[in-house]
């Protein structure tokens, strides 16, 4: 025999294996209020409905268990509305499945007990499809965050490269329509091909200024122009940036000013810190966390080829956004940065 008060799985589940806190239940419905069109008031409403409730659980076994039958006025009273105002909003949690309505002949929402006082029969509204849709709205709700979050990282991306373009031109060469239309969009809470587009965008005026920097680049150091065509040709399979290896003394060899900087770091991470504050010491910005996407070997040769030439360069920024743009699209072959600068 159970102790005296413990209750069987069975009634404790439901006849359904329904049971779910319903606090639970509550937190998952605010999570998807977004995607399901709810307002604040009928969450409120949801969660006055909630309490009335004597039990922890969503069970289907007992009417206790699932069934609010406290009347309009006691619901607006607790949710701080007016009652034509929960008329509407029950009407609203009732069209997307999220309650039902156990009707008396009457209308009317009542409940019946025993001599003891436990409630045997009620009418009113019902509580269960919060427990049997339990695991759909898990799925939403996962769904809808990672489509905040896809929303986030583009929203992220468009500041970054806003500021990037920015970066590159004098403000009297802004394109005020797009500045404008990108911090209208940014303000708001665009959707996803929005943000996709507007980053395109800035994509296409940014790719206008490198395609046009060639001359400035070659001005300040022309043995890059002069590997170009090479690259395309003598290097023709493609390999994964992250797997790019080079020797200790070809860093040194082609890097001192770097491998000089470094050589008292501690340890990968104090050496990783020292190289974004080189970074920020040559104005890099946003650019430099392009660059470190590229991986450690490729984003080492792009700071080390720029300290190794710095008094020659003009912008930092533009130069190495030119640079991790022609390795990216591989019209330039990482092996030219190992290459010495040459001595006037």
Same mark, same amino acid.
């Given at each position: 025999m159970a102790p005296a008060g413990a209750r069987s799985s069975r009634n404790a589940t439901g006849q359904g294996g329904i049971a779910q806190g319903k606090w639970q239940l509550l937190k998952v419905i605010e999570d998807i209020r977004e995607p399901l069109g709810l307002? &604040?008031?009928?969450?409120?409403?949801? @969660?006055?409905?909630?309490?009335? %409730? @004597?039990? $922890?659980?969503?069970?289907?076994? =007992?009417? $206790? &268990?699932?069934?609010?039958?406290?009347?309009?006025?006691? *619901?607006?009273? =607790?949710?701080?509305?007016?009652?034509?105002?929960?008329? =509407?909003?029950?009407?609203? %949690?009732?069209? *997307? &499945? %999220? *309650?039902? =309505? @156990?009707?008396s002949g009457n209308g009317k929402r009542w409940a019946r007990r025993d001599r003891q006082g436990s409630i045997v029969l009620a009418t009113g509204l019902s509580l269960l499809p919060l427990a049997e849709r339990y695991p759909e709205f898990v799925r939403m709700a996962q769904d809808h965050l990672d489509h905040q979050n896809e929303l986030g990282r583009l929203r992220d991306m468009c500041s970054a490269a806003l500021s990037n373009l920015k970066a590159h031109l004098m403000p009297v060469n802004w394109d005020e329509g797009l500045l404008s239309k990108a911090r209208n969009l940014l303000r708001r809470q665009p959707d996803k091909q929005a943000l996709s587009d507007l980053l395109d965008e800035i994509t296409v005026e940014i790719s206008k200024i490198s395609s046009a920097e060639p001359d400035d680049l070659r001005a300040t150091d022309p043995e890059i122009e002069g590997q170009k065509e090479t690259s395309k040709t003598q290097y023709v399979k493609e390999e994964n940036s992250f797997q790019i290896e080079v020797g200790q003394e070809e860093m040194e060899r082609s890097y001192p000013r770097l491998c000089a900087e470094l050589r008292f770091a501690k340890n990968q991470e104090d050496c990783r810190r020292l190289m974004d504050d080189l970074a920020g010491y040559l104005n890099l910005g946003n650019t430099w966390f392009s660059i470190k996407d590229l991986g450690p070997a490729l984003s080492f040769m792009i700071l080390g080829y720029l300290l190794e030439r710095t008094e020659t360069i003009t912008n930092h920024r533009g130069y190495a956004f030119k640079l991790s743009h022609d390795l990216t699209n591989k019209s330039l072959d990482w092996r030219t940065l190992l290459k010495r600068p040459r001595l006037n």
């Open positions: 307002k &604040g008031t009928s969450i409120s409403l949801l @969660r006055a409905m909630i309490s009335f %409730l @004597r039990v $922890d659980q969503v069970d289907a076994t =007992r009417d $206790d &268990g699932h069934i609010c039958f406290a009347s309009n006025a006691s *619901l607006a009273k =607790r949710a701080h509305v007016s009652i034509q105002t929960v008329e =509407r909003h029950i009407a609203k %949690l009732v069209s *997307l &499945g %999220l *309650l039902t =309505r @156990r009707s």
